[in-house]
């Protein structure tokens, strides 16, 4: 489907990880390069990849691309948080394409290698001194975020909406998180609309969230309620849209 969707051929080995693992984090985080990223370091940061989903993953190029202003063509999107991207490039080989580092921030692409192959062997894990203490900390998948999102138990229904909300890779374009946002606001406690309105408030600024749906859901739920805190991020949130139009 995604091949014939962009009318390309996908590495075997981009494949052969997704088969193991359709979307979701690496058993690495970084990849060494010959640029200097902004924190003045020889490696950028790939902890994940996106899979190949109808609507998500890497069919979100397209989508992506328009929201982050992206004018490169003949690429696809496998990695990123919004801020900076990891592509293929199929602009000088039809057949195998590049690797590249796309910075949203600073308008440019760097090449990072020559295919997928060689990506995987660049990778490698940063060292660090509180490794040992992050362990045990488990990632959920998408899977586990809806799950948790159609749950009847009201503390994983509002975990799985906060989760769901700060996943940049999770589309939110979705009835299930639609119906589980307002469930909370009907029927959690306090606290949990409050993180999750701090939530969306932060998403909002950082232009990650930009579902209009559930932008509008949000800020009719939040008018809702009387106390300070709602009012307060309702304000917020509308004010930030405000001086983006």
């Known amino acids: 489907m995604a091949e014939k969707t962009f009318g390309v051929t996908l590495p075997k080995s981009y494949l052969k990880v997704l088969k193991k693992q359709n979307g979701g984090y690496l058993k690495t985080d970084a990849v060494h390069v ?39 063509d003949n690429i696809i999107l496998i990695a990123g948080d919004g801020h900076s991207f ?8 039809p057949s195998v394409p590049e690797i590249i580092y796309i ?6 692409a760097h090449k990072i290698c020559d295919d997928f192959d060689s990506l995987m062997d660049l990778m490698f ?27 009847t138990n009201m503390n994983e229904v509002a975990n799985g909406v906060y989760t769901w909300i700060q996943d940049f890779s999770m589309v939110k374009e979705d009835n299930l998180l639609y119906e589980a946002f307002a469930k909370v ?41 009387v106390g300070l805190d709602f009012i307060i991020y309702k304000e917020m949130i509308e004010e930030n849209l405000a001086d983006k139009r």
């Open 34 to 72: 010959d640029f200097v990223n902004d924190d003045g370091e020889g490696f950028i940061l790939l902890d994940s990849l996106y899979g190949i989903e109808p609507g998500e993953g890497i069919l979100e190029t397209e989508y992506l691309k328009e929201e982050w202003e992206i004018t490169k």
């Open 185 to 225: 606001f009907d029927q959690g406690t306090e606290q949990q609309k409050i993180t999750i309105a701090d939530a969306m408030r932060t998403e909002i600024e950082n232009e990650t969230i930009t579902n209009q749906t559930l932008i509008d859901l949000c800020l009719t739920l939040l008018r809702k309620e």
């Open 86 to 93: 990891i592509a293929l490039d199929y602009e000088m080989n």
């Open 125 to 151: 894990t940063v060292e660090d001194d509180d490794d040992e203490e992050h362990d045990d900390i488990h990632i959920p998948t998408h899977e586990e975020i809806k799950a948790w999102a159609s749950s």
């Open 103 to 108: 910075d949203t921030e600073r308008g440019d």
